[in-house]
């Protein structure tokens, strides 16, 4: 493997614990998906740093608390001006240590921005009440105040934004931060953290704990009574498992985690917007995302058409490393992830699902597999059970509207869910029927940090962005005025 370095002002190697910059007495490795290149050395710390990390943030705590919050917002609106103003370094460190292409890193910057400036007007309108009284001596009020310290685990799908949309809205609220970013994606946190720094965050305030030893660290970030809520994004065994880890000290909890999305396809749907919401829905970040479409139904009387054209825009998809001018699918972030979509094609197939496009490793070889699609899918086949995570596309045949709200919702997952109609009755039985925290109906691209994101049934707790986006880092505290 070459050592190719990037060639950036941003990066960052040490990880940042009450405003200094730590090596620790070892170092990981963090690689290029898409060559396997050496990318940077980074500090390799475990609990007894992430026990630091949290008393620095609980030391920072009634600082940063005391101050107004437009204090706060201000800080935290410069902070979003300097990542926009270095947006194409950031772009590019996502690019190197995560894969996706430019386009796509450049818009995960601009997406993971949009949360601290939402938030840090959010802040501004933290409104408590006035409760009528039922006691003529008495008056009744709540007052809302942030949780305290929060902990923050992150995955490496996107580097960038799934850290700004917890550690925006605690900053906002009032909270500090512990955050321990995904070991594959280490660099786009770090880089964020030293713009944190130039835009005067306090030390304490806003913590990156770098690392290998997930168990270790998550250990200590759940089990210290120092810390008061949880905000992890990552598989759904993890968060059970650190759900289970924060009863004893009873922790505010924000999960969200894995989902299997299903993505509809009625009769009476607009063709070319399904296939390209499809497109989005599934193959963005080379399928990638907890909000991927990862079971298309399609009705009987559209199937043969959509699956036609979704199977010519899926090999027109250009594969390869974001390096290359005009990629639009990158590599897989591991050899895991790609024997993963391998696994659910064999099973497919060897079930009687037939490939229309791809189904195979690609050419460039390392982590790149061709987008696949997979027609005459079954709800028995792996693939409609499990989240692929991958670029595969697998069509459901149904024949109406029960099944299709039936085979949507049969699973434990309930994210993200999609469909096409363009009869409006239908459109509102759907949504309402269909098991899910968030519905794109003729829209494959439904995120935004003004509307709340999460997931019901085993797909998580709580809401990230929006109004919502605050409450998970705040308490209500209701006074009781007596002797009047
Ligand atoms: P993914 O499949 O996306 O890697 P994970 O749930 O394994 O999903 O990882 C998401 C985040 O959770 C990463 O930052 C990872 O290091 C962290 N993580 C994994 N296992 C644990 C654990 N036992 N305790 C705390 N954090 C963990």
Same mark, same amino acid.
């Given at each position: 493997?070459?050592?190719?370095?990037?060639? *950036?002002?941003?990066?960052?190697?040490?990880?940042?614990?009450?405003?200094?910059?730590?090596?620790?007495?070892?170092?990981?490795?963090?690689?290029?998906?898409?060559?396997?290149?050496?990318?940077?050395?980074?500090?390799?710390?475990?609990?007894?740093?992430?026990?630091?990390?949290?008393?620095?943030?609980?030391?920072?705590?009634?600082?940063?608390?005391?101050?107004?919050?437009?204090?706060?917002?201000?800080?935290?609106?410069?902070?979003? *001006?300097?990542?926009?103003?270095?947006?194409?370094?950031?772009?590019?460190?996502?690019?190197?240590?995560?894969?996706?292409?430019?386009?796509?890193?450049?818009?995960?910057?601009?997406?993971?921005?949009?949360?601290?400036?939402?938030?840090?007007?959010?802040?501004?309108?933290?409104?408590?009440?006035?409760?009528?009284?039922?006691?003529?001596?008495?008056?009744?009020?709540?007052?809302?105040?942030?949780? $305290?310290?929060?902990?923050?685990?992150?995955?490496?799908?996107?580097?960038?934004?799934?850290?700004?949309? #917890?550690?925006?809205? =605690?900053?906002?609220?009032?909270?500090?931060?512990?955050? #321990?970013?995904?070991?594959?994606?280490?660099?786009?946190?770090?880089?964020?953290? =030293?713009?944190?720094?130039?835009?005067?965050?306090?030390?304490?305030?806003?913590?990156?704990?770098?690392?290998?030893?997930?168990?270790?660290?998550?250990?200590?970030?759940? $089990?210290?009574?120092?810390?008061?809520?949880?905000?992890?994004?990552?598989?759904? *065994?993890?968060? #059970?498992?650190?759900?289970? %880890?924060?009863?004893?000290?009873?922790?505010?909890?924000?999960?969200?985690? $894995?989902?299997?999305?299903?993505?509809?396809?009625?009769?009476?749907?607009?063709?070319?917007? *399904?296939?390209?919401?499809?497109?989005? =829905?599934?193959?963005?970040?080379?399928?990638?995302?907890?909000?991927?479409?990862?079971?298309?139904?399609?009705?009987?009387?559209?199937?043969?058409?959509?699956?036609?054209?979704?199977?010519?825009?899926?090999?027109?998809?250009?594969? $390869?490393?974001?390096?290359?001018?005009?990629?639009?699918?990158?590599?897989?972030?591991?050899?895991?992830?790609?024997? #993963?979509?391998?696994?659910?094609?064999?099973?497919?197939?060897?079930?009687?699902?037939?490939?229309?496009?791809?189904?195979?490793?690609?050419?460039?070889?390392?982590?790149?597999?061709?987008?696949?699609?997979?027609?005459?899918?079954?709800?028995?086949? %792996?693939?409609? %059970?499990?989240?692929?995570?991958?670029?595969?596309?697998?069509?459901?045949?149904?024949?109406?509207?029960?099944?299709?709200?039936?085979?949507?919702?049969?699973?434990?997952?309930?994210?993200?869910?999609?469909?096409?109609?363009?009869?409006?009755?239908?459109?509102?039985?759907?949504?309402?029927?269909?098991? =899910?925290?968030?519905?794109?109906?003729?829209?494959?691209?439904?995120?935004?940090?003004?509307?709340?994101?999460?997931?019901?049934?085993?797909?998580?707790?709580?809401?990230?962005?929006?109004?919502?986006?605050?409450?998970?880092?705040?308490?209500?505290?209701?006074?009781?005025?007596?002797?009047?």
């Amino acid at each position: 493997n070459s050592h190719s370095r990037p060639s *950036a002002s941003l990066l960052r190697e040490q990880a940042y614990i009450n405003g200094q910059w730590l090596s620790g007495a070892q170092q990981f490795a963090v690689h290029n998906p898409a060559s396997g290149a050496l990318l940077a050395r980074v500090a390799d710390l475990g609990a007894a740093e992430t026990c630091a990390a949290i008393q620095a943030a609980h030391a920072a705590l009634p600082g940063w608390r005391a101050l107004t919050a437009q204090q706060r917002a201000a800080m935290l609106l410069r902070w979003h *001006a300097l990542i926009l103003q270095h947006q194409q370094e950031l772009a590019a460190l996502i690019s190197q240590e995560q894969g996706k292409p430019p386009a796509e890193s450049t818009g995960e910057i601009a997406y993971g921005a949009s949360y601290i400036e939402w938030f840090a007007e959010e802040g501004k309108r933290v409104y408590g009440e006035v409760i009528p009284s039922p006691f003529s001596d008495k008056r009744l009020l709540t007052v809302r105040q942030g949780v $305290g310290v929060v902990a923050a685990i992150t995955p490496w799908n996107f580097p960038h934004a799934m850290i700004t949309r #917890k550690v925006a809205p =605690a900053l906002a609220a009032g909270c500090t931060v512990v955050l #321990k970013p995904a070991a594959e994606t280490p660099l786009s946190a770090l880089a964020l953290a =030293a713009l944190a720094e130039q835009a005067g965050l306090p030390p304490g305030v806003f913590n990156v704990v770098t690392g290998t030893d997930a168990v270790g660290i998550g250990a200590e970030l759940t $089990g210290s009574p120092l810390v008061r809520a949880l905000s992890f994004t990552g598989s759904t *065994a993890v968060g #059970k498992l650190l759900m289970r %880890q924060c009863a004893d000290t009873l922790k505010k909890l924000g999960l969200e985690l $894995g989902g299997n999305a299903p993505f509809i396809v009625f009769d009476d749907a607009d063709l070319d917007a *399904a296939v390209q919401g499809a497109l989005f =829905a599934k193959f963005r970040n080379s399928g990638q995302t907890c909000v991927c479409a990862n079971r298309l139904l399609v009705q009987d009387g559209i199937y043969d058409a959509f699956a036609a054209k979704l199977a010519a825009a899926v090999a027109a998809l250009q594969v $390869g490393p974001a390096s290359e001018p005009g990629m639009q699918q990158g590599p897989l972030i591991s050899q895991a992830a790609v024997a #993963k979509v391998q696994r659910h094609i064999a099973n497919a197939v060897s079930l009687g699902a037939r490939v229309l496009s791809g189904g195979a490793p690609h050419a460039r070889g390392g982590n790149f597999f061709q987008p696949t699609v997979l027609a005459d899918v079954t709800e028995q086949m %792996q693939v409609a %059970q499990e989240e692929t995570f991958g670029p595969l596309a697998p069509l459901i045949r149904f024949h109406d509207e029960a099944e299709a709200i039936r085979l949507a919702n049969s699973g434990e997952s309930g994210l993200a869910a999609y469909f096409f109609s363009r009869d409006v009755s239908r459109c509102w039985r759907v949504a309402e029927a269909i098991e =899910a925290g968030m519905v794109g109906i003729n829209e494959g691209a439904i995120s935004t940090a003004v509307a709340p994101f999460g997931g019901i049934k085993q797909s998580g707790l709580g809401r990230e962005g929006g109004r919502l986006g605050l409450e998970e880092f705040m308490e209500t505290k209701y006074l009781c005025f007596g002797g009047i």
